[in-house]
């Protein structure tokens, strides 16, 4: 998120980043806090990266998406403009479920007419030498392309 706050700084966006994520969260946790954390910080905008550990699980994709839907409502309830980032699964997951997977971020967008990016890691999946030695977590030279991914959604998001 301090890549983010440099970005916003450097093109004299005032906004602040607030870092509500929790290392290992599922979309179900995050739909069990997201109202406190709405009426805590009371955001303008609201990036929902949340779903991986969900399919690394291999929990069903109708939960994930129910989650997603109901984090999205409630950040739009809250009047705040939401950008949704997919997320992809390795191919041992399988065809169907990889597919359904990573649709359901794309129907939530959709349906509740919200920025979307397809895949938070695009451009560098398939680079290991910007992941942890687990092979799942991006490093730390991996940010600026995740942020210029993101980017890319979330400016016209900010010009409102």
Wanted: glycine letters at 6%.
């Amino acid at each position: 998120m301090t890549l983010l706050a440099q970005r916003l700084a450097q093109r004299k966006l005032d906004y602040s980043v607030v870092n509500a994520s929790i290392s290992g969260e599922t979309t179900s946790g995050g739909r069990a806090r997201i109202e406190a954390e709405l009426a805590r910080v009371r955001p303008d905008v609201v990036i929902l990266a949340l779903g991986a550990n969900d399919g690394l699980r291999g929990l069903p994709v109708a939960e994930i998406k129910a989650n997603l839907e109901g984090m999205v409502a409630a950040a739009q309830a809250h009047k705040a403009r939401v950008l949704v980032a997919g997320m992809r699964m390795p191919p041992n997951y399988g065809a169907k479920y990889n597919q359904a997977f990573q649709q359901a971020f794309a129907q939530v967008a959709r349906e509740r007419r919200t920025a979307f990016v397809p895949f938070l890691l695009e451009g560098m999946a398939d680079r290991r030498e910007l992941f942890l030695s687990d092979q799942i977590h991006p490093s730390a030279q991996a940010q600026p392309i995740i942020l210029d991914t993101v980017w890319k959604a979330l400016a016209p998001l900010l010009a409102r």
